[in-house]
């Protein structure tokens, strides 16, 4: 399998910490891409036309794209126990946990997108908006890992990876400031999290 690659990137974070935690790591290949939203990967736009980082190859040359979809396809290639459970409201709940991640991403790259316009053409209150849903979705997350039904680390899923990586990229990007600042919860168990060998392994860096 191969995978496009960038280190830098919160979604292909996601795939490889899921990966590592399968034992599927050193089936995939990494394809390092270089991407911007001014300037889009030409070679990127073979594998996915909407230009967006991860696409995967399967073994039989079908390439997957995005990153849920690429940890659903992961998830029946181990032996162990799924990352997504297959039914029920578990599922559902790990799949929600890993849309509200995501999402929170999802509006902190617009915030940093806009952070690199000229300051004449910055618009602060699309950043006010957007920063909006990043800290709603921070206090939401802080009520689920004080709750913590679905945050235990004995039981380890989809959705907290892709929470650990979404706090992983606001720490490197600087995004909504410090993220652990009255969310002692969420801030304890994010801290726990990153030790694990999946996170050290995978840290973000500028290329």
């Known amino acids: 399998m191969r995978i496009t690659w960038s280190s830098t990137s919160p979604f292909v974070r996601k795939v490889i910490v899921f990966a590592v935690e399968t034992g599927l790591d050193a089936r995939i290949e990494r394809m390092p891409i270089k991407t911007s939203p001014t300037t ?34 992961l998830d029946t290639l181990h032996a162990g126990p799924p990352m997504v459970p297959r039914e029920g409201a578990e599922r559902f709940e790990v799949l929600r946990l890993q849309a509200l991640s995501d999402g929170l991403v999802e509006a902190g790259l617009l915030c940093r997108y806009e952070s690199l316009r000229p300051p004449a053409h910055a618009w602060h209150v699309w950043t006010e908006s957007q920063l909006g849903k990043v800290q709603r979705a921070l206090d939401s997350l802080e009520i689920e890992a004080r709750d913590g039904r679905h945050f235990s680390l004995a039981r380890l899923h989809l959705g907290q990876i892709a929470v650990a990586c979404a706090l992983g990229w606001l720490d490197f990007r600087g995004v909504a400031g410090n993220f652990r600042e009255n969310r002692p919860n969420l801030a304890k168990w994010y801290m726990q999290f990153s030790a694990r060998p999946s996170m050290t392994s995978t840290v973000p860096h500028d290329e």
């Open 40 to 73: 889009p990967s030409s070679e990127l736009s073979k594998y996915n036309p909407l230009t967006k980082l991860p696409a995967l190859q399967t073994d039989e040359g079908t390439w997957l794209y995005d990153s849920p979809v690429i940890c659903e396809y």
